[in-house]
């Protein structure tokens, strides 16, 4: 309504003028009071958010925790063999503790037990036991070589000065092999009952431990300083008598070094059978399309609302819009259950969108009709202030949605080896939309309109993807061209027309 | 939705009805942030504010007026107390300060007459400007103006004769005024 002011009546005119005007405010302020009046809301997304958290976290920490060795059986077994290592293969070492923590926990648990031992067989025994806690924890490192293994048969010599058997030699070997490749609870206290010498002699007697040696222990009134229990298991051998046992080291080494190499073997192996799985994880830049069906209900020129008419024209086709850059990232689990046929799952957020080429108009009413699930229709009125098609003050609107997914799918390995490999995979991703945004074509394709209540909250899409695998160093490598589909329209069924997006991307996943 | 059924929804705490109150007289109500605001930002600030007191003192209104005069009041009351709580608003409504004000009409864009006169009002200094919001558009009283604004009576008279001369000044620069040919030669001859 064009009125010129009248200096006559300046306040009603002016007051006039001033009430006529209005702005259509942003959906933001409405997100804030909602939010402020209903802060319970809110909950769902956070939680959803920490939910997300705690899996990535999981993931990683499951990804990164070293894996453990598991104990090895020598090919040759004497009797006693199996009997040491029996016991030794009980006893358990915590990995992640540090040399320099292990020792003080091993000086504390030590102090405790030797209050009744000979005070210089204490000394001795307090620094044996020093020297050995350390060594032990550079033992169950997997990348011990057979250098530090030299180092360690000082452990060995249970036996005093005389020229021990062979048998004696190998049960020791065993004995050392079992605690390299055996985690050992270093926390556990080493009970006084060990350091007894007639306990000392039942317990080797009670593992058929060659005989000279259990004698040449009691004879020589010798305490064994090194000779302790972890868990009731022997472990260790008496310091004084290393020195004179060097050669023989030699000859351990000589004869472990097959053992070592058969351990190594096997370990391999044991990987080998735990790499049936692989994390990825990977960031997919995107590009979104829109494709949409279904056709728009419009009101005839009577304005009555029973009487509707359906537009002849798909909706889609009077938009002008942009296709937008997304993406997608995410942790992915490919396990293979068949030689050629993987299993995938995992977790991702994607982003994707398009921009709408809107003009900017006055602000004016534009009206939305919907069909309920009945068929009835009924129209909502909204205020608006773009109007559809170009102009001079030409605006993008952003129609966008986030969601979290979780596909669960199949992967086929198309051809390839072990190193190369090109891979189909098709996945069906249940997604939750944490946020979006969309402006709709106004029933009379004039304007458009945002109402974020008729966004759907959940969703479904389906991918598509033909990937590349390869391995470079330690990494492997996943690359490869993907298609993402939004099977369920991006609002809700009483908004007749349907939008699903369509994302193309190239996808790039590393593993270790 | 009827006025009635937005009422009770929004005092059963509905977000239904409370959005469809929103939506029928938030745009009006952000024009009237709008004339008091220095821009946009700041005057969808106030209207956020002004809907939070609006949900929750919905409980005190009584049918006896139109809701859309009782959320407008509380809305501009909104607006005059967050104006207050700054410093540059107070310093503003000092008559020396706001004499010398420089126009540049330049800024104000060519839209629809009504958009016009709100943006000429705009173009006031923020004392003049809210002086003459609350007495030729909101209808209060000077002596009303003076105790909202903290100011004596005189000051608001004479703040709002000074905001008016210059609004003149400016609607006429951009054509919107028209005004009998005596007052134009008074106008000049005040000049």
């Known amino acids: ?512 | 939705m009827t006025e009635e059924m937005m009422l009770q929804g929004c005092l059963d705490n509905l977000a239904t009805a409370q959005e469809a109150l929103y939506n029928r007289f938030s745009p009006r109500m952000l024009g009237v942030c709008y004339r008091y605001a220095r821009n946009r930002e700041d005057a969808e600030d106030m209207l956020q504010e002004g809907f939070m007191k609006v949900y929750a003192q919905i409980h005190q209104f009584r049918n006896t007026g139109a809701l859309e005069g009782w959320i407008r009041k509380i809305i501009v009351h909104t607006c005059i107390n967050i104006l207050k709580k700054n410093k540059k608003f107070s310093d503003s409504v000092d008559l020396i300060h706001a004499s010398a004000v420089q126009l540049n009409e330049n800024n104000i864009p060519s839209m629809l007459q009504a958009k016009q006169v709100v943006e000429c009002i705009r173009l006031l200094p923020m004392g003049y400007r809210t002086v003459l919001n609350l007495y030729a558009i909101e209808g209060f009283s000077h002596k009303e103006i003076g105790s909202i604004l903290d100011i004596e009576e005189s000051t608001s008279r004479s703040q709002y004769t000074r905001a008016r001369g210059l609004l003149e000044e400016i609607l006429l620069k951009k054509r919107i005024l028209q005004k009998p040919r005596e007052s134009v030669r008074m106008v000049s001859g005040t000049k």
Not at chain 1, 41 to 65: D, E, R, V, Y
Not at chain 1, 315 to 334: F, K
Not at chain 1, 474 to 494: A, C, D, E, F, H
């Open chain 1, 1 to 512: 309504m064009e009125r010129r002011f009248d200096m006559t009546n300046f306040e009603q005119s002016l007051k006039d003028h001033a009430d006529q005007f209005f702005i259509v405010p942003s959906r933001k302020v409405w997100h804030g009071i909602y939010n402020d009046l209903h802060p319970g809301s809110k909950w769902p997304s956070m939680a959803m958010g920490l939910i997300f958290l705690f899996t990535l976290i999981g993931i990683g920490h499951l990804n990164n925790t070293p894996k453990q060795t598991v104990s090895l059986a020598p090919t040759e077994k004497t009797e006693s063999e199996v009997s040491v290592k029996n016991e030794v293969a009980s006893a358990k070492l915590t990995p992640g503790i540090t040399n320099e923590k292990k020792k003080n926990q091993t000086q504390v648990s030590a102090g405790s037990t030797v209050d009744n031992v000979n005070p210089n067989t204490r000394v001795a025994i307090e620094n044996s036991i020093n020297e050995l806690s350390s060594k032990h924890s550079s033992i169950v490192t997997e990348k011990a070589t057979v250098n530090n293994f030299k180092k360690e048969n000082k452990i060995k010599n249970v036996i005093s000065g005389n020229e021990s058997s062979y048998s004696g030699e190998r049960k020791m070997l065993s004995n050392n092999v079992s605690i390299e490749n055996n985690p050992v609870d270093v926390s556990g206290a080493f009970k006084k009952e060990f350091y007894n010498p007639d306990a000392v002699k039942n317990k080797m007697a009670a593992n058929n431990i060659n005989k000279d040696y259990t004698a040449s222990i009691i004879e020589n009134k010798i305490l064994l300083p090194e000779i302790f229990f972890f868990n009731n298991d022997l472990l260790a051998t008496p310091v004084p008598l290393i020195n004179n046992l060097k050669e023989q080291n030699e000859t351990f080494i000589k004869n472990n070094e097959s053992t070592k190499t058969q351990q190594n073997t096997t370990t391999r192996t044991r990987k080998k059978k735990n790499g049936k799985v692989n994390w990825f994880y990977y960031i997919t830049p995107t590009i979104t399309s829109v494709y949409f069906t279904g056709k728009a209900i419009q009101k005839t020129p009577s304005s009555n609302f029973s009487t509707i008419v359906i537009l002849p024209n798909q909706p889609g086709n009077n938009m002008i819009y942009n296709a937008r850059l997304g993406l997608e990232t995410g942790t992915e689990m490919v396990y293979s259950f068949a030689k050629l046929w993987s299993f995938t799952t995992g977790a991702h957020v994607s982003y994707s969108g398009y921009n709408i080429i809107s003009n900017q108009v006055h602000p004016t009413f534009a009206s939305l009709i919907f069909k309920n699930e009945s068929g009835a229709t009924y129209s909502k009125s909204y205020i608006t202030h773009y109007g559809n098609g170009q102009g001079q003050n030409q605006i993008s609107l952003k129609n966008y949605n986030l969601q979290l997914s979780v596909p669960v799918g199949l992967q086929y390995v198309l051809w390839g080896n072990k190193n190369l490999q090109i891979n189909l995979g098709s996945t069906i991703e249940p997604s939750f939309v944490l946020k979006s945004n969309a402006f709709l074509l106004s029933s009379d394709g004039r304007n458009y309109v945002n109402d974020p209540e008729l966004m759907r909250k959940i969703n479904v899409s389906g991918n598509f993807g033909s990937y590349v695998t390869f391995s470079s160093n330690k990494l492997k490598w996943k690359v490869g061209p993907s298609v993402r589909y939004q099977v369920l329209s991006t609002y809700k069924n009483i908004y007749p027309v349907k939008e699903h997006l369509i994302d193309y991307g190239i996808r790039i996943g590393i593993s270790k």
